[in-house]
Structures are given as structure tokens and as C-alpha cells.
């Protein structure tokens, strides 16, 4: 087996070792322009280049759950797609998305500008009840969110391509019922692929939907949302405030108005990182499968997008 390495903005001497481990029969070396062919290939931002040399991958393993940037460039015909499928990625989601629900649901950004101020006062309970969550996304991610959410008592109402049965979660689906789905909501949690459907899908036609003193978590992708209708709606009073770990350009630039809004918690795209050994592992053991003719799970639709 021979297996190239093309992964930007990471450090490639412990990948490539990590794999190398894993995998002590096959030939894993760094990629630069004009190396040999490979048959699989682990990649994060390749350029296109990367692509157009290497022309007889069977298997492209995309060290993130998200293939958007992926699938925007001209990949070698025949060649599977597969990204992570979890590999540690889901239980710091839900920690991520619990932490940013309850530090809204429970005012801990009030109390901490009250204790700032040497203040020691009591806000009014807050009822769950009032609090529906709403997951868009019920996949690998979403559905672990979702449990973790409603393990918190909050009701959830969960939104998905196809149906849905999962115990506890309100399940809705399809763009038929995308309206009851936000109308039944308050808190809006963003877990869905960014694909030409959903694409711009966090606007002002949407979030004006979720119930008054709704508020956004977008653990997604940037392009979902239409960053000046987010705003527009904070303004108004519509959404209380958002919480977003991902931008349309990442790194945020400074002069962008999410930086410094008070209603607004940004965070620089951490909300679930690449574990590096859980994703070695994960990675040898599908090349191993794939190789041996088994399908493996996280094979990416390009017809779907993710
Ligand atoms: P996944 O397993 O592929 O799940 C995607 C979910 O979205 C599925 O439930 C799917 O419905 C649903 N969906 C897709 N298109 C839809 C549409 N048009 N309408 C309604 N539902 C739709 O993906 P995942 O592993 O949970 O990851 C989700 C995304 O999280 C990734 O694509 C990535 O962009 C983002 N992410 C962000 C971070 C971060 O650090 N911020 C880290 C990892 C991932 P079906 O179940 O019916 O197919
Ligand atoms: C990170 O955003 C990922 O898609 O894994």
C-alpha cells in the first residue's frame, strides 16, 4: 500500500509517523509536486495539484468531518471520499454545545459582569420548558449533541434530511417541515454539512422563525449563515444573542463586527478538533478494510455532498 500525505496548516512529522506505526507494510511519505503515485491519501486543503498528479487514488481519507472545501475541487474519477467518522470528534461537540447552551439558558454571562462589578444578585429561574433546542443535523455529530442536550432536560427537536426515530428527540425532516421544526424551537444549534441545500440556511427568513429570545450555536460552517441578517436580528431583539465557532473567512478578520458585539461569543473554530491517534487509528483500520474489500462507514456522497 502506498499512501501520500497532503494535509495544510498540520504539522506532518507525527502523522506520518502515527501512520507509519499503524500501518508498518505500507509506504507513507509526504507529498511535494512530482512524487510518485499513491493508492490512498490523507488530506486536509490539498491543493489542486495534489489532485491533478495523483491520478490513481482509490481512497481519499479527509482528516475533518466536513468535506465542503474537499468536494469543490476536481478529484481523481473512481476514488472513494471518506472522512472522519467521529474518532473523538462527537463528545467534544456535545460538551462544546452544552457549554454554550447552559452559559446562556442560566445567565452566567450576566452573573459574571455582576460579580465583575462586585454585585451579588439573583436573576429569575429560567424553566427548561422554555428552552426547546433545536438540532439541524442528526447525524454523527447532531445525534450525539441531541442526546447530550436532552440528557440536560431541555426538550429537543431535531431536523434532518430523511426521517428520523430516536427516543426523546422531536424529529422533523425535509424542507416540508423545516418550518415547524423552527417555530418549535428557541436555541438553534447548526450541525448540518455545508452543501449547496444549506448553503446560506441560518438567514432572516429562518431565524426569524425560532421563538422570541432565540439564539444561534453555529458549530457548523461559516457559509451557512448570513452573517447580516444574524445581526439585523440581534438588533431588533428577535435572537438574544449566537454563539459561533465558525466563519464565512476563518480566521475571523478583525475588523468584522461579530469580534466585538456584546451579543456575540465568537470562538476560532475548536468546538470538535482532529484527535490525532483516534484518527490514525480510524484511518489504518478503513485502509486495511478497503483494501481487504469491505465497505467502511464515512464513505462521502458526491451526489449528496456529504
Ligand atoms: P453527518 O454525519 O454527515 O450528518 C449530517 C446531517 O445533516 C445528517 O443528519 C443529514 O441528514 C443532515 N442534512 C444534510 N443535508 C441536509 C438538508 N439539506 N436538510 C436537512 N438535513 C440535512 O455529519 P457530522 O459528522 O454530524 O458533521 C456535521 C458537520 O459539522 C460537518 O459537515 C462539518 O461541517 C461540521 N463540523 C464542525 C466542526 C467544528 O469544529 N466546528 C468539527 C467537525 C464537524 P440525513 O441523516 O437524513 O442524511
Ligand atoms: C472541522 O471543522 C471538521 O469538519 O472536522
Same mark, same amino acid.
Not at 439564539?215 to 436580528?233: F, P, S
Not at 456575540?264 to 475548536?270: A, D, E, G, L, S
Given at each position: =500500500?502506498?499512501?501520500?500525505?497532503?494535509?495544510?496548516?498540520?504539522?506532518?512529522?507525527?502523522?506520518?509517523?502515527?501512520?507509519?506505526?499503524?500501518?508498518?507494510?505500507?509506504?507513507?511519505?509526504? %507529498?511535494?509536486?512530482?512524487?510518485?503515485?499513491?493508492?490512498?491519501?490523507?488530506?486536509?486543503?490539498?491543493?489542486?495539484?495534489?489532485?491533478?498528479?495523483?491520478?490513481?487514488?482509490?481512497?481519499?481519507?479527509?482528516?475533518?468531518?466536513?468535506?465542503?472545501?474537499?468536494?469543490?475541487?476536481?478529484?481523481?474519477?473512481? @476514488?472513494? $471520499? $471518506?472522512?472522519?467518522?467521529?474518532?473523538?470528534?462527537?463528545?467534544? =461537540? @456535545?460538551? +462544546?454545545?452544552?457549554?454554550?447552551?447552559?452559559?446562556?439558558?442560566?445567565?452566567?454571562?450576566?452573573?459574571?459582569?455582576?460579580?465583575?462589578?462586585?454585585? %451579588?444578585?439573583?436573576?429569575? &429561574?429560567?424553566?427548561?420548558?422554555?428552552?426547546? $433546542?433545536?438540532? =439541524?443535523?442528526?447525524? #454523527?455529530?447532531?445525534?450525539?449533541? !441531541?442526546?447530550? #442536550?436532552?440528557?440536560?432536560?431541555?426538550?429537543?427537536?431535531?431536523?434532518?434530511?430523511?426521517?428520523?426515530?430516536?427516543?426523546?428527540?422531536?424529529?422533523?425532516?425535509?424542507?416540508?417541515?423545516?418550518?415547524? +421544526?423552527?417555530?418549535?424551537?428557541? #436555541?438553534?444549534?447548526?450541525?448540518?454539512?455545508?452543501?449547496?441545500?444549506?448553503?446560506?440556511?441560518?438567514?432572516?427568513?429562518?431565524?426569524?422563525?425560532?421563538?422570541?429570545?432565540?439564539?444561534?450555536?453555529?458549530?457548523?460552517?461559516? *457559509?451557512?449563515?448570513?452573517?447580516?441578517?444574524?445581526? !439585523?436580528?440581534?438588533?431588533?431583539?428577535?435572537?438574544?444573542?449566537?454563539?459561533?465557532?465558525?466563519?464565512?473567512?476563518?480566521?475571523?478578520?478583525?475588523?468584522? &463586527?461579530?469580534?466585538?458585539?456584546?451579543?456575540?461569543?465568537?470562538? &476560532?473554530?475548536?468546538?470538535?478538533?482532529?484527535?490525532?491517534?483516534?484518527?490514525?487509528?480510524?484511518?489504518?483500520?478503513?485502509?486495511?478494510? =478497503?483494501? *481487504?474489500?469491505? @465497505?467502511?462507514?464515512?464513505?462521502?456522497?458526491?451526489?449528496?455532498?456529504?
Amino acid at each position: =500500500m502506498r499512501i501520500t500525505f497532503c494535509c495544510t496548516d498540520t504539522k506532518p512529522e507525527p502523522w506520518l509517523a502515527g501512520l507509519r506505526l499503524a500501518l508498518p507494510q505500507a509506504a507513507v511519505t509526504l %507529498w511535494q509536486p512530482g512524487a510518485p503515485l499513491a493508492d490512498h491519501a490523507v488530506v486536509w486543503a490539498p491543493p489542486q495539484q495534489f489532485f491533478d498528479e495523483q491520478t490513481q487514488l482509490q481512497g481519499i481519507f479527509n482528516i475533518g468531518a466536513g468535506v465542503d472545501a474537499l468536494l469543490k475541487l476536481h478529484l481523481p474519477p473512481g @476514488a472513494q $471520499v $471518506v472522512r472522519l467518522d467521529d474518532a473523538g470528534m462527537s463528545v467534544q =461537540m @456535545a460538551e +462544546f454545545v452544552c457549554h454554550a447552551l447552559i452559559r446562556h439558558f442560566r445567565e452566567l454571562d450576566g452573573y459574571d459582569a455582576d460579580t465583575a462589578q462586585g454585585k %451579588w444578585s439573583y436573576r429569575k &429561574p429560567r424553566l427548561r420548558a422554555d428552552y426547546p $433546542v433545536g438540532i =439541524m443535523g442528526l447525524g #454523527v455529530l447532531g445525534q450525539r449533541v !441531541a442526546r447530550a #442536550v436532552a440528557g440536560f432536560g431541555f426538550p429537543v427537536n431535531g431536523w434532518s434530511q430523511s426521517p428520523k426515530h430516536i427516543a426523546g428527540i422531536n424529529s422533523f425532516s425535509g424542507t416540508d417541515q423545516l418550518h415547524a +421544526f423552527l417555530q418549535a424551537s428557541r #436555541v438553534l444549534v447548526c450541525l448540518l454539512p455545508l452543501t449547496p441545500d444549506t448553503q446560506d440556511i441560518l438567514n432572516a427568513q429562518t431565524l426569524g422563525q425560532l421563538m422570541p429570545g432565540g439564539y444561534l450555536i453555529n458549530v457548523a460552517r461559516g *457559509g451557512h449563515l448570513v452573517d447580516g441578517d444574524l445581526l !439585523a436580528l440581534l438588533d431588533s431583539g428577535h435572537l438574544a444573542g449566537a454563539a459561533l465557532d465558525v466563519f464565512r473567512t476563518e480566521p475571523l478578520p478583525p475588523e468584522h &463586527p461579530f469580534w466585538h458585539h456584546p451579543k456575540i461569543t465568537v470562538t &476560532p473554530h475548536t468546538s470538535a478538533r482532529t484527535l490525532r491517534d483516534e484518527s490514525i487509528a480510524q484511518i489504518a483500520a478503513k485502509m486495511l478494510a =478497503m483494501q *481487504g474489500g469491505e @465497505a467502511v462507514a464515512g464513505v462521502v456522497s458526491l451526489q449528496k455532498g456529504y
